[in-house]
């Protein structure tokens, strides 16, 4: 396969690859507002409901003080909760599904969990969005000439290409370089096993031989 076509084939796949974090980091900072609106209102709505004299103005004044001071707490919240754990796999999927999850753990802890993810809603947003954005960032800073040159020796083998075949076939690559850039490309794979060296899915092969940009 000609490495010109490899290279369009990159250039291409990177472009999309730019559009999408554009569009998700928009999106997000789109609907960052709205999610913390519903998140405060929530909480002042609890304080309201689990303080006494919740119709005396003064309580009202009180509550909305409260909600406002909670507002740094919940991006400080979602910064040190554990992600692994808790964010990802018991919130990710949403409050159906965080629900669900932990049906038999008691219902009260699944109301926290639920209340959690509505609160780290908002702020987790803003983490997508900038991580959207630093994506975009650096696919813009991409060498994509030897990407792709590292792309076209992998196609051209049907096996394991070793980092010495590399250094061999292409003397020009600063590969410790540019290993870390090709690698972040979904199909290509470091492979640990001597000799060390990197291979491609099947669909990432297919996909390059074809021209198809998923």
């Known amino acids: 396969m000609e490495f010109e076509a490899v290279k369009a084939w990159l250039t291409r796949w990177t472009d999309k690859r730019i559009k999408n974090r554009r569009f998700k980091g928009i999106l997000g900072f789109t609907l960052f507002p709205a999610a913390l609106i519903f998140a405060l209102t929530c909480v002042y709505w609890l304080l309201r409901l689990f303080t006494e004299q919740r119709y005396a103005p003064g309580n009202r004044i009180t509550c909305l003080w409260i909600t406002l001071a909670i507002l740094p707490l919940m991006f400080i919240g979602n910064r040190l909760a554990p992600r692994r754990d808790l964010m990802e ?87 410790p370089t540019v290993l870390p850039e090709v690698t972040r490309i979904p199909g290509v794979l470091e492979l640990k096993t001597p000799p060390t060296g990197l291979g491609l899915t099947d669909d990432l092969r297919a996909a390059i031989r074809t021209g198809r940009v998923d």
């Open 89 to 175: 796999e018991r919130m990710s999927g949403g409050p159906a599904e965080a629900a669900m999850a932990h049906y038999g753990a008691g219902r009260g802890q699944v109301i926290v969990y639920f209340f959690l993810w509505i609160l780290f809603t908002g702020p987790r947003l803003v983490d997508w969005a900038l991580g959207s954005f630093k994506e975009i960032r650096r696919l813009k800073q991409q060498d994509t000439h030897s990407c792709a040159a590292v792309l076209w020796l992998l196609v051209s083998r049907y096996k394991k290409v070793p980092y010495e075949d590399f250094e061999r076939e292409i003397p020009w690559l600063d590969l």
